[in-house]
């Protein structure tokens, strides 16, 4: 009986030894499959330790990733200190050379050509000035800084249609420090820091301080385009970078000190601008 039983499942042919290796061969497939979960366990672990690793990874990625945008501030701070210097600092502190700027340099070097001669084509009437003209030029105790207020750092002008004002000379909108007429109180009388500068030798900022302030149309020296029109005079065009290398404070200056004396007339060839 017993024999039946133990033989159930067996082959009736089998024998002990062959019985001792099925059995050894069961432990061996129950130890390797034992080892199979063990690797597996060890093998999920790694997987596990792996993936706690990739998180710790993570976390020092994320700890990079999170110092700088600590740290970004200081590239913002740069481009603050890079505005800041820009603006007010160039302002109060005009008299120092700062750092060149590539626009600036640009039309410097462009317009301070080895031809210094100037033509101003020949209008209808003739461009004479009195001693009274002379005596209305402006002047200016501070320097004033070209192509900076109402630029931005890379030198381009700040056109602003509804922010901006329409400068009397060069009749852009743009940003930046305009003057007021105390006598018009008209937009004629506005004029930006550049061009009161270039044309007319004039500091912004210290005619804004003047509340008596009188814009060059109403003293009767206006030299933009439209005025000298007016005037049956042609535009003189860009000038400052020549009249500046002769030695005129500005193109004001130029004009009325050199056509005062009607033997200095030139006879100009054409040369036309209108954007001044
Ligand atoms: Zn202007
Ligand atoms: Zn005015
Ligand atoms: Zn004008």
Redesign the pocket.
């Known amino acids: 009986m017993v024999r039946r039983r133990k033989n159930a499942g067996e082959s009736p042919e089998e024998t002990d030894t062959e019985k001792e290796s099925r059995n050894r061969m069961r432990s061996e497939e129950g130890f390797s499959h034992y080892e199979q979960i063990r690797d597996q366990r060890i093998k999920e672990n790694k997987e596990r330790l792996q993936k706690l690793g990739l998180f710790d990874l993570s976390l020092k990625l994320k700890k990079p990733k999170t110092s700088p945008q600590k740290k970004s501030p200081r590239p913002k701070k740069t481009t603050q200190n890079a505005l800041t210097p820009s603006m007010p600092p160039r302002r109060s502190s005009r008299i120092q050379s700062l750092g060149p700027i590539k626009y600036y340099e640009g039309r410097e070097k462009r317009d301070s050509s080895k031809n210094l001669e100037i033509c101003i084509p020949k209008g209808t009437n003739p461009e004479v000035y009195t001693k009274k003209h002379e005596k209305l030029l402006g002047d200016c105790k501070m320097e004033w800084e070209l192509y900076i207020d109402g630029y931005d750092d890379d030198g381009n002008r700040l056109y602003d249609p509804i922010k901006g004002q329409t400068?009397?000379?060069?009749?852009?909108k743009?940003l930046g420090l305009h003057t007021y007429c105390g006598k018009c109180e008209l937009p004629q009388g506005e004029?930006?820091g550049?061009?009161?500068y270039m044309r007319y030798g004039e500091n912004v900022l210290e005619a804004n301080e003047n509340r008596q302030w009188i814009c060059p149309a109403c003293r009767g020296i206006c030299n933009c385009s439209r005025c000298r029109r007016a005037n049956g005079w042609m535009p003189t065009g860009n000038l400052y970078s020549k009249v500046s290398e002769l030695g005129f404070k500005s193109v004001a200056h130029y004009l009325i000190q050199t056509y005062r004396s009607k033997d200095r007339l030139q006879a100009p060839a054409i040369e036309e601008t209108d954007s001044q």
Do not use: E, P
Request: hydrophobic share 15%; charged share 15%; glycine share 0%.
């Open positions: 400068c009397h000379q060069c009749r852009q743009t004029i930006c550049d061009c009161l």
